[in-house]
């Protein structure tokens, strides 16, 4: 057989990741919004620049709460109802190639005895990893959202009621001063508070009265800061804008980027307070589902600008807590949607997304990646597989450490179980498979008939997988020091071995010495020989574009 006789290569890759192409790609993530009343979903395109797009949104009312908020317990139909609702939002998600979801949890989830019931079901029957949270961050979360339609120059107080719970936020000079949560959702205080339609005076004055005491501090903190102006959040408060836009229920205007002076406001909420179910739910403004709750939540916000002769108006914004999620992801994954965006290619695109996940050792998955995929091209004409295989070993090179994120003695045995859990996008399950096992066997034991995951594989799959791990770990001992010493290498593969000389930018002893004492499973697996020596090789800049100069080969 004839070989080349020599090779050449600079394996000196750059600071970030190689291998991507093409202009910024963004990650598309759904944001749940599990509220206690309603379950929302947003999908979006999240941008490295903190922007992002809308997909495609789904809302659906679920009444989470209904029936149990009081006993701090989901009834089995409201869970049913809920598990429904969020099987739609994965089928809509999966239709839209979503990579990322984002689910948390408020009031009737965080409160139920039963709460983590179900989120146990949703992990296990939809894969949904459901995160309660707690009061307080769910007022944070509302006003980041809310701050990205609504601009602060004057104090204001952000509002949002919910089923459960009521949040509140007040904003001075663009910056949140004050915020709380209280258990005044509009679900929780009607189900305590309303017993007839409409409310008889009793129960407005018995919940004007409970609403006054627990909006203390509220109250306090807005006339501390100056508070002029509330701004809404939230599906009730979208209706009542609604009612105060539109009186009559005609045709209706979009509450959104409308100032709405209060003494107009308390009208529209002294209507809704009056008004019988049948005149509620005939307003175009009203939600159905939010007839029977919304009184509640008009007293509520009544009560507040009656303690509050300073406000001035009132405005809704299209944003909430399902937005402010979404502001969070970007917030908290800047870097890594910075360095993923320009990989357009599907499968690169989710290796780099698992490696990031997984807190990898970039320059030295570069380097051994970069070396190995090189070493497989010289030794080419060995190797008993197809040629593809090639990025096969890249991606298992560029994942092999991951399982560091675990423990570090066997990291190579969970860097194999998270490569093989870790939802690989755009592979086969046998491809999936291979690269797991590549990466198993970049150290340790060399693969025996006898491992497990190993000895399934039929006789031509294991040999593919020898040669590839015995070429992942020659790189990989090429990079001992995991300080990126080697910086250009040459080749000469003969009928009997195959010659490496390497260049370093300091003592190349360590790299010279593991690479031979690692390279009893490429010597097997190539049935070659494997010999290293140091050699110097004149490399220039990538911006000098000059060749490598190389060295005489030793003799064969």
């Not at 402010?324 to 949607?337: K, P, Q, S």
């Not at 001992?480 to 390497?502: C, E, P």
Request: hydrophobic fraction near 40%; include cysteine.
């Amino acid at each position: 057989m004839s070989f080349p006789h020599e090779r050449a290569a600079c394996t000196l890759v750059p600071e970030t990741t190689y291998g991507a192409n093409g202009a910024a790609s963004p990650v598309r993530v759904c944001v749940i919004d599990l509220g206690t009343n309603s379950f929302h979903a947003l999908i979006v395109d999240a941008h490295p620049n903190g922007s992002y797009q809308v997909v495609d949104r789904l809302k659906e009312m679920v009444r989470l709460g209904e029936h149990g908020l009081d006993a701090n317990r989901l009834p089995e139909e409201a869970m049913e109802r809920g598990m429904q609702a969020l099987t739609r939002i994965k089928l809509l998600a999966d239709g839209w190639g979503v990579r990322e979801y984002l689910s948390f949890a408020t009031s009737a989830i965080r409160e139920a005895s039963n709460g983590g019931v179900f989120i146990e079901r949703a992990r296990e029957e939809l894969d949904l990893r459901i995160r309660p949270i707690s009061g307080e961050r769910e007022a944070r979360l509302i006003c980041q959202g809310v701050s990205r339609t609504e601009e602060f120059l004057e104090p204001s107080l952000v509002v949002d009621i919910g089923g459960g719970s009521v949040e509140f936020i007040v904003v001075d000079d663009d910056t949140p001063v004050f915020s709380r949560s209280l258990k005044l959702g509009a679900a929780r205080m009607t189900e305590q508070f309303v017993t007839t339609d409409p409310m008889l005076d009793d129960e407005q004055a018995a919940l004007r009265a409970h609403f006054k005491a627990e909006l203390d501090a509220v109250h306090s903190a807005c006339r501390e800061h100056g508070v002029v102006r509330i701004v809404g959040s939230s599906g009730t408060m979208k209706s009542l804008a609604g009612v105060a836009l539109d009186p009559e229920g005609g045709a209706g205007r979009s509450p959104f980027q409308q100032t709405i002076p209060i003494p107009q406001l308390r009208s529209a909420l002294r209507w809704v307070m009056q008004a019988s179910a049948e005149e509620r739910e005939a307003h175009r403004a009203i939600e159905s589902r939010r007839v029977d709750q919304i009184g509640a939540g008009a007293v509520l916000l009544d009560t507040l600008c009656g303690g509050l002769p300073s406000v001035r108006s009132f405005t809704v914004s299209p944003n909430a807590l399902r937005e402010g999620m979404v502001v969070h992801f970007l917030d908290t994954n800047y870097d890594r949607l910075r360095r993923m965006a320009p990989f357009r290619n599907p499968r690169r695109r989710s290796v780099h997304e698992i490696a990031y996940r997984f807190q990898w050792e970039e320059t030295h998955a570069q380097h051994v990646a970069a070396t190995a995929t090189f070493l497989f091209d010289v030794c080419r004409p060995l190797y008993d597989g197809p040629a593809s295989d090639a990025e096969l070993l890249e991606f298992a090179a560029l994942l092999h450490d991951v399982g560091y994120l675990v423990t570090h003695d066997e990291h190579h045995e969970h860097s194999h179980y998270l490569i093989e859990h870790a939802d690989l996008q755009g592979f086969r399950a046998d491809e999936v498979e291979l690269m797991a096992l590549v990466a198993l066997y970049h150290r340790g034991p060399p693969p025996e008939p006898s491992h497990e995951h190993f000895g399934r594989l039929t006789p031509d799959r294991q040999q593919r997988v020898r040669q590839l791990a015995g070429l992942l770990r020659v790189a990989e001992n090429l990079d001992r020091s995991h300080f990126q010493n080697v910086v250009a290498l040459r080749t000469s593969l003969t009928d009997t071995a195959l010659h490496i000389l390497v260049a370093t930018k300091a003592d190349p002893q360590l790299e010279v010495w593991a690479a031979e004492k690692h390279g009893g499973l490429f010597e097997a697996s190539f049935d070659r020989s494997l010999h290293v020596a140091p050699t110097e090789i004149e490399t220039h800049s990538a911006e000098e574009a000059a060749p490598v100069t190389p060295s005489p080969m030793p003799p064969s």
